[in-house]
């Protein structure tokens, strides 16, 4: 059974750092592309941060610079380092993966990931 499980959210003031992890099965780590996205209330889902098999990564605009994704294919976790965390980065945050490739994930024709984990709260105050 494909499964994909997020941990390492809270609550945190700006400035502050929280690592998100996320444990998944063998059969989804064998994924192409593995990614981070959130959702803030009242706001569309967006992507954070993708990487490849290869660990080849690409960030979104708002978080380049402060947040790393990393991958740990001993232990088929994904991680996302999250430092200098800002007060609109507050949001639900979900591991995804999929078996297609990251340039097509990330192409214009924007597919939705195949697997979803149920997502991690994370809070940062001011």
């Known amino acids: 059974q494909v499964e994909l499980v997020e941990s390492g959210g809270g609550s945190v003031q700006s400035g502050g750092s929280l690592r998100l992890s996320c444990a998944a099965s063998?059969?989804?780590?064998?994924?192409?592309?593995m990614g981070w996205f959130r959702q803030a209330p009242g706001k569309e889902r967006e992507g954070v941060a993708v990487?490849?098999?290869?660990?080849?990564?690409q960030y979104a605009t708002s978080v380049k610079g402060r947040f790393t994704i990393s991958q740990d294919n001993a232990k088929n976790t994904l991680y996302l380092q999250m430092n200098s965390l800002k007060p609109e980065d507050t949001a639900m945050y979900y591991c995804?993966?999929?078996?297609?490739?990251?340039?097509?994930?990330?192409?214009?024709?924007?597919?939705?990931?195949?697997?979803w984990g149920q997502g991690t709260q994370v809070t940062v105050s001011s």
């Open positions: 990487i490849d098999s290869r660990g080849i990564a």
């Open positions: 995804a993966a999929d078996p297609r490739t990251m340039a097509f994930m990330t192409s214009s024709a924007r597919p939705d990931f195949r697997y």
């Open positions: 063998a059969y989804t780590y064998s994924a192409n592309c």
